[in-house]
């Protein structure tokens, strides 16, 4: 890795850190200590945090705005994507050709996305562009454009990405099958991304009406970390940020997920493919709850699968032992840390996840069976050739 990307992640990684410390700092327990920051909140609503780092030429931003995927219209899951997707190809007085060249043209990076109850961006520049980093944000946030030949472009291409994945690549959608059995009828079981179906049926003026009803500077934080002059920022993000009217909803009302009781399987059958993949998962513990930190920390990681040991660098149950050399397999099997559920409710989703390489002769129902699993599971498994057999409900 050479110097300036090291200084890059650098920058990057103080960003992310802030956003999560200063989320907890209200609860946060003794000997938590918080990066040395300035906060303050303009008059219409949008908060800022500053963090003075001279260590690294850079400045790391992220910002989030509340809503995301739970804002979606009715019937039609993906809206919220397709506009964190848009947001910077054109945007201002730039089309997106212009907009990408501007980012680049300077070293830097500009990146968005939708969550389940956030739309999120988040970047790095140099120091010395900060002026043009704040434009461009601003611009993002405030004037994108939404164009209708990018609006057709980009919608067709996430479709495809979904026709792809389904073809070639099940891991793709495994969590996206793992939360609508889970949650069900409760929206984080809608497709954060769309469907095929939903995707095609929205429209340029959704995505537009989207942005003008939720996009608020009341539902906003921006951070911003790195070789900042704080009195510049907070002159330079006033003016350009000052202006930006609040939000003309409210957020949508979102009760509690309940826990999944019992034991459900869904299984994905996908002939061609030569991996298995699985994810299992239940509603996880709410926000406020003490040990929660413990939790999200890596390399400790807990979940209701068999007693946990630690290999390598995390720690992982039972289905360490699923995938056998005996039989021909290997696997990778990870957790998913509380990450993009119940940002306000905080019953988010407890996931485990792995891959496992087979020949096409192995059946993998052993690998299912064998896991030793708590009650309340659900299990989502994408497979490939297993023998010509299926199984539904493990008991």
């Known amino acids: 890795m050479n110097g300036l990307a090291l200084l890059r992640r650098s920058a990057a990684i103080l960003a992310g850190a802030l956003i999560m410390n200063a989320a907890l700092a209200a609860d946060a327990p003794v000997g938590v200590k918080i990066p040395a920051h300035q906060r303050f909140v303009l008059p219409n609503g949008l908060t800022i945090i500053l963090v003075p780092k001279k260590e690294v030429p850079l400045i790391a931003f992220s910002g989030f705005v509340r809503g995301g995927a739970l804002a979606d219209p009715a019937g039609k899951p993906g809206v919220a994507s397709l506009v964190a997707g848009l947001l910077d190809r054109g945007a201002g007085k730039r089309s997106a050709f212009e907009f990408a060249d501007a980012v680049e043209g300077v070293g830097g990076s500009f990146n968005a996305g939708a969550g389940a109850e956030s739309i999120s961006v988040s970047g790095q520049f140099l120091a010395r562009d900060r002026a043009l980093m704040i434009e461009l944000l601003g611009d993002a946030l405030m004037r994108p454009r939404f164009d209708a030949e990018e609006f057709a472009k980009y919608r067709d291409r996430e479709i495809e990405f979904i026709k792809s994945a389904k073809d070639s690549d099940p891991s793709q959608l495994l969590p996206e099958y793992g939360r609508a059995l889970l949650f069900g009828a409760h929206p984080y079981g809608r497709p954060q991304g769309g469907s095929e179906r939903s995707l095609a049926s929205i429209t340029q003026a959704d995505v537009a009406g989207y942005h003008a009803a939720n996009f ?9 970390a790195g070789d900042l002059d704080p009195k510049w920022m907070k002159q330079a993000l006033t003016k350009a940020f000052g202006g930006w009217a609040r939000s003309k909803s409210t957020l949508p009302r979102l009760e509690s997920a309940p826990r999944a009781t019992g034991r459900r399987v869904l299984l994905v059958d996908a002939p061609d493919s030569v991996q298995t993949y699985f994810w299992l998962g239940n509603v996880g513990v709410d926000r406020r709850y003490s040990g929660r930190p413990a939790l999200d920390q890596h390399p400790v990681q807990r979940h209701r699968c068999g007693p946990a040991r630690v290999v390598g660098k995390g720690v992982v149950g039972r289905q360490n032992h699923v995938g056998h050399p005996s039989l021909g397999m290997t696997q990778r099997p990870g957790r ?10 905080g019953r988010r989703a407890s996931i485990l996840y792995a891959r496992i390489l087979q020949p096409p002769a192995v059946d993998t129902r052993w690998s299912v069976r064998n ?13 490939g050739p ?10």
Do not use: Q, Y
């Not at 608020?216 to 911003?224: E, H, Q, W």
């Not at 998913?336 to 409710?345: A, K, M, Q, V």
């Not at 896991?371 to 497979?383: F, Q």
């Open 371 to 383: 896991s030793r699993c708590g009650s309340g599971s659900t299990l989502c498994h994408a497979e």
């Open 386 to 395: 297993t023998a010509g057999s299926s199984f539904g409900t493990v008991r």
């Open 336 to 345: 998913l840390p509380f990450d993009d559920l119940g940002d306000r409710i």
């Open 216 to 224: 608020g500077a009341d539902k906003a934080t921006l951070v911003f």
